[in-house]
């Protein structure tokens, strides 16, 4: 799409705060007015449309593209998202663990375990670890507790959260991203130990690094959608 606006704005509306281009409120893919919740984060989405060039960008863009998955995909069945989301809790990446080397091994702990440390305390569940990729089935309470953690978020927070979620492969770190128990910079570096181990051993390869780096920015992006929804 080509650029045809000169002015990008957050304004009030219903329920919320709605971009506007030139006077014309912004609307999702699916013909939705594009509402918000918190005028920070319908500033946040003015200001990318504002910088945008001359043609429209959706990499550019992910504030606007968590806004429409929130409105278009989730909120008309919030239920099952959520209950896509709360599967990770079943194969969690801090449950498995390196089997070698040694200092592999010691720095996943390091990492992790304070993540599923503060998780236990956090919602009184406990987690099964192994040494290796074989499945190891969780406790069906942690399930259970885990989900309704994220059953109970709004359209918008799920939103936020899948990022985090699907790019790190660890629900308890979105958590505590989501719950601010832990910086998204940290969580993002424990979420991607095994990729900066490996390159520290072999060296960064150009593709494998371009595709570590849209990874991250997907999920910083996720953290930072989470934390404009906060008035």
């Not at 406990?126 to 309470?141: E, I, L, R, S, T």
Request: charge should be negative.
């Amino acid at each position: 799409m080509k650029r045809f606006w000169k002015d990008a704005a957050a304004v009030p509306a219903e329920a919320g705060f709605a971009i506007e281009l030139d006077g014309r409120r912004v609307r999702t893919p699916a013909r939705a007015e594009l509402i918000v919740p918190t005028e920070r984060l319908a500033g946040a989405i003015a200001r990318e449309w504002g910088d945008c060039g001359e043609s429209v960008d959706p990499r550019a863009m992910p504030l606007t593209g968590l806004a429409n998955a929130a409105i278009d995909r989730i909120a008309p069945d919030p239920g099952s998202f959520a209950a896509g989301l709360a599967k990770y809790a079943e194969s969690d990446l801090t449950c498995y663990r390196a089997e070698g080397p040694d200092a592999l091994v010691r720095r996943q702990a390091e990492s992790w375990d304070a993540l599923l440390d503060w998780a236990r305390r956090r919602y009184d569940v406990d987690f099964k670890c192994v040494a290796g990729v074989m499945h190891v089935p969780q406790p069906k309470a942690t399930i259970a507790r885990l989900a309704h953690a994220v059953a109970v978020l709004d359209p918008f927070r799920l939103a936020g959260l899948s990022p985090i979620v699907t790019v790190g492969g660890s629900l308890i770190a979105a958590l505590a991203v989501l719950e601010e128990a832990l910086p998204a910079e940290e969580a993002w570096d424990a979420v991607s130990l095994d990729d900066q181990w490996q390159a520290e051993q072999w060296g960064a390869d150009a593709e494998a690094q371009a595709a570590l780096d849209a990874r991250r920015r997907d999920f910083l992006a996720g953290a930072r959608f989470l934390d404009l929804l906060d008035a």
